[in-house]
């Protein structure tokens, strides 16, 4: 075993620490705008330091240090390319400054300002089936991490997600958004010094020049250019632009951290200023990744190669600040994540199948209930389904069944004067069927007839959700523009203070 007893004195301590703020949050709850958006009350350094804690976490680390063992320097494409999504955003406030004027706690919630209370329910819907399989595979990625860096077996991987799970859904249950940005902030801290420590660990042991040479050996120009590298190639360039900007602009758990800002040009600057680090989180552990493959060889498993070269490296004392660390990370995604979907489930699933309205009491308690429930179905799920792809494809693919049809119907509706519910209703629908084809028919792959092969390719339907959602709002609304006028937002919304010189 690689963890002693100094590191379990860290790693507990710690996460006794923080599940205790997290729940003395539960105070500063006052009302339902206060659980799920914390009031509206978030400044520039709180929601940037937050943002930046949701946003990486151990199946993070995860996914980008397997894409650097299997792919070398080529993934650093990655780093740049989420580098432009959060500059657009941050730079022009595309999508979220309009949708925080309107003080929406969901993304579906637009949608009947825009459409109709329908369309609301079927985007809640793909929304919140997307963003839980997308999260589905998390547990299953901190029980890897977390088994091979403190040495312990295979029998406890089940045990450590267990432990996690319960700690993560106890705070974020009671404390909603108060405890998620109180916790964030400390968790912030904790990740930026584990990632320093493994870094100068992982370096001092494994030279660059090492590291290169060993890219070079193993996989040639593949290993530095990502456009001729079988993993990616133009295809797959073109989805992750745009998928940049629409995951980050449109990912519930990321962009509910701009809805709880206390202004449009607050929540605008906190994606600006969170894009000017996430190159470094993106390269860092797909540093660690290509160390590894420098260390073990191409020939190890590539999900536990990271994990593993982390345990090795980092000395005791040292190893349970690092992964408490990475653990400050998982609690900050989790929280997020799980408040993220479990708000959706209730506003903008359940409550509009109601005859009558939700308390603000019973919205909360509701949530809370979703919210267990995912964390079981995490468990499940993360035990026993096996990936079609690499990690990093499977949860960009998952993210693209919700954000293409998202970015089509968010868009349009907020720039797009003719944008309708035919268009709405088609491109929702359009943007979700590429990935679902996917992510069933590459379970049956052996038996896929040759013609319909392209379906399993991750980088095509990706790409292709996208297009589609895009034509089936643009076509889907010109049809129909005689039977089915538009409906448009609020008459405040298009003067000229909040932005509307910008709506066609």
Same mark, same amino acid.
């Given at each position: 075993?690689?963890?002693?007893?100094?590191?379990?004195?860290?790693?507990?301590?710690?996460?006794?620490?923080?599940?205790?703020?997290?729940?003395? &949050?539960?105070?500063?709850?006052? *009302?339902? /705008?206060?659980?799920?958006?914390?009031?509206? +009350?978030?400044?520039?350094?709180?929601?940037?330091?937050?943002?930046?804690?949701?946003?990486?976490?151990?199946?993070?680390?995860?996914?980008?240090?397997?894409?650097? =063992?299997?792919?070398?320097?080529?993934?650093?494409?990655?780093? %740049?390319?989420?580098? $432009?999504?959060?500059?657009?955003?941050?730079?022009?406030?595309?999508?979220?400054?309009?949708?925080?004027?309107?003080?929406?706690?969901?993304?579906?919630?637009?949608?009947?300002?825009?459409?109709? +209370?329908?369309?609301?329910? %079927?985007?809640?819907?793909?929304?919140?089936?997307?963003?839980?399989?997308?999260?589905?595979?998390?547990?299953?990625?901190?029980?890897?991490?977390?088994?091979?860096?403190?040495?312990?077996?295979?029998?406890?991987?089940?045990?450590?997600?267990?432990?996690?799970?319960?700690?993560?859904?106890?705070?974020?249950?009671?404390?909603?958004?108060?405890?998620?940005?109180?916790?964030?902030?400390?968790?912030?801290?904790?990740?930026?010094?584990?990632?320093?420590?493994?870094?100068?660990?992982?370096?001092?042991?494994?030279?660059? &020049?090492?590291?290169?040479?060993?890219?070079?050996?193993?996989?040639?120009?593949?290993?530095?250019?990502?456009?001729?590298?079988?993993?990616?190639?133009?295809?797959?360039?073109?989805?992750?632009?745009?998928?940049?900007? &629409?995951?980050?602009?449109?990912?519930?758990?990321?962009?509910?951290?701009?809805?709880?800002?206390?202004?449009? /040009?607050?929540?605008? +600057?906190?994606?600006?200023?969170?894009?000017?680090? %996430?190159?470094?989180?993106?390269?860092?552990?797909?540093?660690?990744?290509?160390?590894?493959?420098?260390?073990?060889?191409?020939?190890?498993?590539?999900?536990?190669?990271?994990?593993?070269?982390?345990?090795?490296?980092?000395?005791?004392?040292?190893?349970?600040?690092?992964?408490?660390?990475? !653990?400050?990370?998982?609690?900050?995604?989790?929280?997020?994540?799980? !408040? &993220?979907?479990?708000?959706?489930?209730?506003?903008?699933?359940?409550?509009?199948?109601?005859?009558?309205?939700?308390?603000?009491?019973?919205?909360?308690?509701?949530?809370?209930?979703?919210?267990?429930?995912?964390?079981?179905?995490?468990?499940?799920?993360?035990?026993? =389904?096996?990936?079609?792809?690499?990690?990093?494809?499977? %949860?960009?693919?998952?993210?693209?069944?919700?954000?293409?049809?998202?970015?089509?119907?968010?868009?349009?509706?907020?720039?797009?004067?003719?944008? *309708?519910?035919?268009?709405?209703?088609?491109?929702?629908?359009?943007?979700?069927?590429?990935?679902?084809? $996917? !992510?069933?028919?590459?379970?049956?792959?052996?038996?896929?007839?040759?013609?319909?092969?392209? !379906?399993?390719?991750?980088?095509?339907?990706?790409?292709?959700?996208?297009?589609?959602?895009?034509?089936?709002?643009?076509?889907?609304?010109?049809?129909?523009?005689?039977?089915?006028?538009?409906?448009?937002?609020?008459?405040?919304?298009?003067?000229?203070?909040?932005?509307?010189?910008?709506?066609?």
């Amino acid at each position: 075993m690689n963890f002693h007893l100094i590191d379990w004195v860290i790693l507990v301590v710690y996460l006794a620490g923080t599940v205790y703020i997290g729940l003395r &949050a539960r105070r500063y709850v006052e *009302n339902m /705008e206060g659980y799920y958006v914390a009031g509206r +009350k978030v400044k520039v350094a709180l929601g940037s330091a937050t943002l930046i804690a949701t946003e990486i976490g151990v199946v993070t680390f995860m996914y980008f240090g397997q894409l650097g =063992y299997l792919t070398g320097f080529s993934c650093f494409i990655l780093g %740049l390319i989420g580098v $432009f999504g959060y500059m657009v955003i941050g730079k022009t406030g595309f999508i979220v400054s309009g949708l925080r004027r309107l003080k929406v706690i969901t993304i579906p919630e637009f949608y009947e300002l825009r459409y109709d +209370k329908s369309v609301r329910w %079927l985007g809640g819907v793909l929304l919140f089936v997307g963003g839980v399989l997308n999260m589905g595979v998390f547990l299953r990625f901190d029980g890897i991490f977390l088994t091979e860096t403190m040495g312990l077996g295979e029998k406890e991987k089940a045990v450590v997600m267990v432990i996690m799970l319960i700690i993560v859904v106890s705070y974020t249950i009671l404390g909603g958004m108060f405890s998620v940005v109180i916790t964030d902030f400390i968790q912030f801290v904790v990740l930026s010094f584990g990632m320093l420590i493994a870094t100068i660990f992982v370096l001092s042991k494994v030279s660059m &020049a090492s590291i290169a040479h060993t890219v070079v050996t193993q996989y040639g120009k593949d290993g530095v250019d990502p456009i001729t590298n079988p993993q990616f190639g133009w295809v797959f360039i073109f989805w992750m632009l745009v998928g940049s900007i &629409a995951l980050s602009a449109l990912n519930q758990p990321a962009v509910s951290k701009s809805f709880a800002s206390e202004s449009p /040009e607050v929540g605008r +600057k906190v994606f600006l200023f969170s894009g000017f680090t %996430l190159a470094g989180r993106y390269m860092i552990p797909m540093l660690w990744g290509v160390a590894a493959l420098a260390m073990f060889g191409p020939k190890i498993n590539s999900l536990v190669a990271m994990p593993r070269l982390l345990g090795t490296l980092v000395p005791s004392g040292l190893l349970g600040l690092m992964v408490a660390g990475m !653990l400050a990370a998982s609690m900050s995604t989790y929280s997020a994540y799980l !408040l &993220a979907w479990s708000t959706v489930a209730t506003r903008d699933i359940i409550a509009p199948l109601l005859k009558s309205p939700m308390s603000d009491k019973a919205n909360v308690a509701m949530t809370r209930i979703v919210a267990g429930a995912i964390g079981i179905f995490m468990l499940v799920f993360g035990l026993f =389904y096996q990936l079609p792809s690499t990690a990093f494809q499977y %949860l960009s693919l998952t993210g693209a069944m919700y954000a293409a049809g998202a970015f089509a119907c968010v868009t349009a509706g907020l720039y797009w004067k003719k944008a *309708n519910i035919v268009g709405a209703y088609s491109g929702l629908a359009l943007g979700a069927v590429a990935p679902a084809a $996917f !992510l069933v028919l590459s379970q049956f792959q052996d038996t896929l007839p040759k013609g319909l092969h392209f !379906l399993i390719n991750v980088n095509v339907s990706g790409f292709l959700s996208f297009v589609l959602a895009a034509a089936g709002m643009v076509i889907g609304s010109l049809l129909t523009q005689n039977t089915r006028p538009p409906v448009q937002l609020p008459k405040s919304y298009y003067d000229d203070e909040a932005g509307g010189k910008s709506y066609v």
